[in-house]
């Protein structure tokens, strides 16, 4: 609950997290399988009433899984968080590289190595590999991305690289301008023709997943802004929002009701659109302007955690950081005369 995107959605559609025996739809909340994964093992729904139920993803969550058991079930239907993995009630599990060391021995617990797990994908995917909504609409695929790709890429490889011989457990994500910049390659070309300019800019998405991944209201969205000689805005590729008036330069998966218009992903009853970058995919924005005074041209990709029309619901300045557009990568051209 101290992520305050989570806090906001599971009281908005689940309820009360302070309060035991909260059903959803006559069942227990599955949010809870993979957002607070104690509570889950225990079968409760207030998170206050111990602290590891408030503290989600703790390290004995990830490091008491002895299994994969996989999130298809052969009945259909998904296992999700909890529900995927086997768990040890008496061996902490891990790699096993620095089983002798002192840090990885533990005075009361046994210590397993179990590298099947904890040096492949499956130590994550029990919770990353994908969830749908109710009505069956697919919210976070990050697992199904990834194997349409390289089939097996090693989630670890980036997202807990070793760091001085340690595995790097900051788990950066969409929270890290720094780690997004690292997924996207933007180049800029301009050609003159006569009294135009012919700009093509070249996104190529670095990652086995798409750019951007995850929470479904992630986005990307690139502005191109031509400056005259004394450094004055002549011409801008948006006015407002690329959302309203430059579509092909926003990077999102657009969710909406059965009539088609918008709709927050509870909601969702279908998916009207995905633009988001496949992966590795490159794509190409074409934009034909007038010269005019225009000395210097630059473009800047922008990332967000939430979609404009949710930023809303955070109001600033306490949510600054959530809704403030970070810049990820800029392309820069010189335009002489
Ligand atoms: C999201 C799952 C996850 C969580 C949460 C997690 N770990 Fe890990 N941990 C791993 C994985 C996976 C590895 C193995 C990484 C590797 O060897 O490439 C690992 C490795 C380790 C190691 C072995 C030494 C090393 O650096 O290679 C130690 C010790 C460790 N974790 C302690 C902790 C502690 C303490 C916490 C809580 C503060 C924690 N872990 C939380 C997944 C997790
Ligand atoms: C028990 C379920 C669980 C497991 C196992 C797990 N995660 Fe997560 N992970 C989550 C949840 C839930 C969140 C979102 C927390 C939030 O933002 O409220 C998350 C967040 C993240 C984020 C940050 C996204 C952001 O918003 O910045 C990254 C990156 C990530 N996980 C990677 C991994 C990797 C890599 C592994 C495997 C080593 C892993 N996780 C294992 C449940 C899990
Ligand atoms: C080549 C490096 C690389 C690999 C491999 C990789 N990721 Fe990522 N991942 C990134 C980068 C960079 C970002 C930030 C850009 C984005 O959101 O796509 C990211 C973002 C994420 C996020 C954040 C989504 C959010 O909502 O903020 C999650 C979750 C995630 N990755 C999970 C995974 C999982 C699970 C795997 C393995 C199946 C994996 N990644 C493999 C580099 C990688
Ligand atoms: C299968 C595991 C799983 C289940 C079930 C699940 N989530 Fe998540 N959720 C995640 C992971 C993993 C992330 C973060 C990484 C990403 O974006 O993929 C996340 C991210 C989120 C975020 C975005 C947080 C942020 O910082 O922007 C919200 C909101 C959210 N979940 C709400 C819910 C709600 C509400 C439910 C129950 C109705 C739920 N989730 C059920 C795994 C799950």
Redesign the pocket.
Known sequence: MK?P??GKFYKAVIGNPEQEDIKKNGKYPVCLQ??A?AAAKDGKTNLTAMPVYNE??NCV??HT?SRFKGTKKTTGGLRL??QAYEFSSTSLQGPGTNHTTPDWQHPIFQNTANPDIFKSNA??M???DQRKNSNKVALCQTGDEIATSDGDTN??SC??PTINGKADHS??????AKMVSKGLLMTMATVKQGKTLNVTIKLSNQLPHNFPT??PFRNVYIKLTGYDKQGQIVWVSSQSHPVQDDKKAMFMYSLGDAKGNPAPPPKATQVLGDTRLKPHETRELNYTLAKGKITKLKAVAYYDLLLPAMKKKFPKPEHKDLVTSQIIAVSENMIDY
């Open positions: 992520d995107i989570h993979c957002h994964p989600g993803v969550a990830c899984i968080g909890t130590v994550c029990g919770c990353h989630c670890l997202h807990m788990l950066l994500g969409g929270h890290s995850g929470a």
